[in-house]
């Protein structure tokens, strides 16, 4: 799969708002060692989590994966993804679970993302025909390079 090196926008959804509305976010880590990400709120009944995914690998809870699925219910409330020497770009978009199948990116979903400094705030919306940005709620902080020591 052919990765984007900018966000996807879900078109549909952010002209119906009158607001981006984002399906895949694309973030520049170059100049970041880890980032924190911490769930905030989930209002579904249906599972609801984040997919991350960098170009080269994260050490997430002590694991090396190339990307990684965070669940709101079996995820810390706050977890440590550690950037490898030489990652670009980090990959993220919400995920839901129904009981019939996990679902990503429908024309009806989508995150509002809220950004500052190195803070960015995720509000989804998993699918439906009215959407609702309370679904999931979470923060990713980027933390900067720390400068090596000499």
């Known amino acids: 799969m052919k990765m984007p090196v900018k966000k996807v926008v879900n078109s549909q959804l952010s002209m119906k708002y009158g607001m981006t509305v984002v399906l895949w976010d694309v973030i520049d880590i170059r100049h970041a060692d880890y980032a924190k990400l911490c769930f905030l709120g989930v209002n579904s009944k249906w599972r609801q989590g984040v997919w991350v995914k960098s170009n080269a690998s994260i050490l997430v809870e002590g694991q090396t994966c190339s990307s990684v699925s965070l669940w709101f219910d079996t995820a810390p409330p706050c977890v440590v993804l ?9 990959h993220l978009y919400n995920i839901w679970e129904t009981p019939y199948a996990q679902g990503s990116q429908s024309r009806t ?19 439906g025909e009215d959407a609702d940005f309370t679904r999931l709620v979470f923060q990713l902080e980027l933390c900067p390079l720390r400068p090596i020591a000499g």
Do not use: K, V
Request: charged fraction near 25%.
């Open 82 to 90: 550690t950037f490898e020497p030489g990652a670009e770009f980090l």
């Open 109 to 127: 979903s989508g995150m509002i993302i809220e950004e500052s400094e190195n803070l960015r705030t995720y509000h989804c919306t998993d699918f």
